[in-house]
C-alpha cells in the first residue's frame, strides 16, 4: 500500500487521534485509519518493557510457510517513535468479528491452526530474536516460575504460602521431559482471533510470540473463555493431532498456568504499578494450581 510508505511518527500520531480507537490494552493500543480507500490497522506500543512483548519482531519473523498455511494479517511497515523506540505498526486492516465459540467446527479449526504454528521448531527457548536459553525444558521452566516468584512482593498474600507451595513442584517438572522448542503465539485468547464474512479465522497480535513449549498456547482458555467441557475438547482434539498424551499434556497446561498467573500479577504490579490487591485473584489462583498439581503426583 504506497500510501503508508510516506507516512511519518508524526502522521501516525495525528491519523490515530483521528482515527477510530479498535482495543485499549497493557502492551498497545490500537486504531483503524483510513488511507485512501482502504484501512490500516496501527498498533501503537505503549509499554517500554522489553521482558513483556518484542515490539512486533514475531511479525517481522513469522516464516512464509505459516503465513501461507494460516490467515494472518500483513504487516506493512514499523516506525520509530522520536526516543528511537520501535512505536507503531501498520497492519492490513481485517474486518471481521470474535468467533462464536459454541459454533460447530470453530473450536477445531483453532487448535488446528495452533497444531500448525507449532511444527516451526526452534533450537532453544527464548524470544524471536534471542536472547536463548538450551536448558532442558523441566530446568527452563522452573527457571521461569522462580524468578516470576522472586519478582513477587513480600507483602502481598497470599504470595508466602505459594512460594513455600511452588518449593516442591520442581520434580513435577519433569511431564515436560519429551518437548521441544516450537513456536507459540503466545497469547492466545478470544479478542485475538477473528471471523471475517468468508467464514475464515484470522490469527492476530503475535506480540507474545515466543519459542516455548506447546503447552503454553493453552494457558489462557479458563479465564473468561471456554468452559470446562470445550477446554477438554480442544486438548483432545490438540492431542490426537499432534499424538500426544492427554494425561500428560492437562498436566503441562496446569503448571503453565500457574506460571502465567504469577506472570500475569507481576505485569500489572511491578510494570503497570497497579494495586496489588485488584490483582490478587491471580496469585490465588496460581497457589490453588499448585496444590491440584502436587495432589495429582503419584
Not at 199 to 224: I, K, P, S, Y
Request: glycine share 6%; proline share 5%.
Amino acid at each position: 500500500m504506497r500510501e503508508v510508505e510516506s507516512w511519518t511518527t508524526a502522521d501516525l500520531a495525528r491519523l490515530c487521534s483521528a482515527g477510530m480507537p479498535v482495543t485499549h490494552g497493557p502492551l498497545n493500543d490500537t486504531y483503524r485509519v483510513e488511507a485512501g480507500p482502504s484501512a490500516v490497522f496501527v498498533r501503537h506500543r505503549v509499554v517500554e518493557s522489553e521482558d513483556y512483548g518484542q515490539t512486533f519482531a514475531a511479525e517481522e519473523y513469522l516464516p512464509h510457510q505459516l503465513m501461507r498455511q494460516l490467515h494472518i494479517p500483513r504487516l506493512y511497515r514499523v516506525l520509530q517513535d522520536r526516543a528511537g523506540r520501535r512505536a507503531y505498526a501498520l497492519f492490513e486492516f481485517i474486518d471481521g468479528t470474535e468467533p462464536d465459540w459454541n459454533l460447530s467446527g470453530v473450536l477445531d479449526t483453532l487448535v488446528e491452526n495452533l497444531a500448525r504454528i507449532h511444527v516451526i521448531a526452534g533450537n532453544a527457548f527464548g524470544n524471536i530474536r534471542g536472547p536463548f536459553q538450551s536448558a532442558p525444558p523441566s530446568a527452563y521452566l522452573s527457571m521461569l516460575l522462580a524468578a516470576e516468584l522472586g519478582r513477587l512482593r513480600s507483602a502481598c498474600a497470599p504470595a508466602g504460602e505459594l512460594r513455600a507451595t511452588t518449593r516442591h513442584l520442581t520434580r513435577i517438572f519433569s511431564v515436560f521431559d519429551s518437548e521441544r522448542p516450537c513456536l507459540c503465539h503466545g497469547d492466545v485468547h478470544p479478542g485475538n482471533f477473528l471471523m471475517d464474512d468468508a467464514g475464515r479465522m484470522w490469527l492476530v497480535d503475535w506480540e507474545a510470540a515466543r519459542f516455548r513449549v506447546a503447552a503454553a498456547d493453552f494457558n489462557q482458555m479458563h479465564m473468561n473463555w471456554l468452559d470446562d467441557e470445550q477446554q477438554r475438547t480442544a486438548l483432545t482434539r490438540y492431542c490426537d493431532l499432534t499424538g500426544r498424551r492427554i494425561d500428560l499434556f492437562a498436566a503441562q497446561v496446569g503448571l503453565l498456568r500457574l506460571l502465567w498467573h504469577v506472570r500475569t500479577y507481576n505485569f500489572h504490579v511491578s510494570v503497570l504499578a497497579e494495586p496489588p490487591q485488584a490483582h490478587a485473584h491471580h496469585l490465588r489462583r496460581a497457589l490453588d494450581l499448585s496444590v491440584a498439581a502436587l495432589d495429582r503426583e503419584p
